[in-house]
């Protein structure tokens, strides 16, 4: 079941940076590669004025890709925080005696609940995320 879960976010988070790659990321690598073959069109420019050119050219790249990792990581911390509370609830439950089978389904039924509530975090998560993108591209 867990495995289920699993499968079900890495797909949605998969095709969130998928969708963000297409739509921003990628017009963004082109204006960086455009704008740093540019740097090397100066011929009376020395060696670190264009490196500094190109340094410039690709921060609003860097800056986007560091935004989209830190949201990613900030999701996945969420996500594992919740299911590290149903292990913890299903281990208490364990100690207290109860059956196996019941507490196998009660952590299934948790950790449905964990992944159903991120998954609905997700499309908000990519609008606040595609929203920064184009901010960063101006």
Do not use: W, Y
Request: with cysteine.
């Amino acid at each position: 079941m867990a495995e289920v879960q699993q499968v079900r976010v890495q797909e949605a988070v998969d095709s969130m940076v998928k969708s963000l790659e297409r739509e921003n990321i990628r017009k963004m690598q082109g204006l960086m590669f455009r704008c740093s073959a540019n740097c090397c069109e100066d011929s009376q420019a020395s060696m670190q004025q264009v490196h500094q050119c190109i340094e410039r050219c690709h921060a609003p790249l860097a800056q986007a890709q560091a935004l989209v990792t830190l949201e990613l990581e900030k999701f996945q911390d969420r996500l594992a925080r919740c299911t590290m509370h149903c292990n913890d609830k299903a281990k208490d439950s364990i100690d207290a005696g109860s059956k196996e089978l019941h507490v196998k389904q009660q952590l299934d039924s948790c950790v449905t609940k964990c992944v159903d509530d991120h998954m609905h975090l997700i499309p908000t998560m990519t609008k606040k995320m595609k929203e920064s993108l184009i901010s960063i591209g101006k």
